[in-house]
């Protein structure tokens, strides 16, 4: 079935760096690719839509600037989170969706210390 | 606002027993609904959807239904499974397809053998 690759699966970085995870699609083409976000005990929220060779949508609250979003093929996206701080400390989760559904990435737990 | 509400955090169930998750809705322009079940440290894999035509959808042990009128679906799991602990989240979209996927909270399933 359709797997949607993401790495890493966890990683700890020091304030003021920046972070890049990264969705591959595999066996099947991602034509938009949604990246959601997990604050302990709340639901996933969706960060940004993508579609491939095009600008993220983004959803309200969410910095343009901070959470950069590459979606250069339709195998392809990346979330670089800029400048991190421990506020920015969640679980990341991208999922690549096709005509048959949504699938769904391992997610990324990052720590900001 | 949360336009999807999982109010029951967990749920305990002994194996071989029903268990029943409960999800209410706010936006009436859903039209359709998923199941997502989430392991730790894992992605969120998808387990069954419905959609607004129908008000019961089954494959296997799993049976989702939807009663449109009062905005609330059910995820019922019959014989319950120690294999079935997990977190079960529901959510729900526009149209499906490409519509971005809004999700409840989550509620957390405990099957003891």
């Known amino acids: 079935g359709a797997v949607v690759s993401q790495h890493p699966s966890w990683v700890i970085c020091k304030s003021g760096t920046s972070v890049k995870i990264e969705c591959r699609s595999l066996?099947?083409?991602?034509?938009?690719m949604f990246w959601y976000r997990q604050f302990p005990k709340q639901s996933l929220m969706l960060m940004a839509t993508?579609?491939?060779?095009?600008?993220?949508?983004?959803e309200q609250g969410v910095e343009k600037d901070k959470f950069l979003i590459n979606h250069a093929s339709l195998t392809l996206s990346t979330l670089t989170v800029t400048s991190a701080h421990p506020e920015d400390s969640s679980f990341y989760i991208c999922s690549g969706t096709d005509l048959y559904g949504y699938t769904f990435g391992s997610g990324t737990r990052l720590t900001v210390v | 606002d949360q336009q999807v509400k999982q109010n029951s955090p967990s749920l305990s169930v002994q194996e071989g027993r029903i268990s029943i998750l409960n999800c209410d809705y706010t936006?009436?322009?859903?039209?359709?609904f998923l199941w997502y079940k989430k392991y730790p440290a894992e992605g969120p894999t998808f387990l069954i959807s419905i959609s607004s035509i129908k008000d019961k959808n089954e494959d296997g042990r799993f049976t989702v239904f939807l009663n449109k009128s009062a905005k609330h679906l059910s995820l019922h799991i019959v014989p319950s499974q120690p294999g079935d602990s997990a977190v079960y989240f529901c959510?729900?979209?526009?149209?499906?397809?490409?519509?971005?996927?809004?999700f409840g909270i989550g509620t957390k399933l405990q099957v003891i053998p």
């Open positions: 066996d099947f083409q991602a034509t938009t």
């Open positions: 936006n009436s322009m859903f039209d359709y």
């Open positions: 959510a729900a979209s526009v149209s499906g397809g490409y519509q971005k996927v809004t």
């Open positions: 993508s579609n491939e060779g095009s600008k993220a949508t983004y």
